[in-house]
């Protein structure tokens, strides 16, 4: 991965993995990484807030929902969608 990271959430969608947040050195991340088996993972930033402990999960074909995790200061409610294609994200239910 180009960013170490801890607390993170993942999945997987069409043979590519995806991995969101999480924390590295204290740092809390907003990133989202995906490696389709290659060398190399891309960096896709986001507009998703920083969180750690979130859940990932792919609906359809190309688009996955990020929901739930921390902060620095409190557990999260929100839902986010990541279009895979587009990789444009947006809210779908906030705190």
Same mark, same amino acid.
């Given at each position: ?8 959430? *993942? @999945?997987?969608?069409?043979? &590519?993995? +995806? ?6 050195? /204290? ?25 750690? *402990? @979130?859940?990932?999960?792919? &609906?359809? +074909? ?6 739930? /995790? ?26």
């Amino acid at each position: 991965m180009n960013e170490a990271r801890a607390y993170h959430g *993942s @999945c997987v969608l069409n043979r &590519v993995v +995806y991995v969101f947040c999480g924390m590295d050195n /204290g740092t809390y991340l907003n990133s989202v990484e995906r490696w389709d088996g290659g060398m190399f993972w891309d960096l896709i930033d986001t507009n998703i807030p920083v969180r750690t *402990s @979130c859940g990932a999960i792919a &609906v359809n +074909y190309d688009e996955i929902i990020v929901f739930g /995790g921390r902060d620095s200061k409190k557990r999260l409610r929100d839902v986010w969608l990541l279009n895979t294609e587009t990789k444009v994200t947006k809210v779908i239910s906030k705190e």
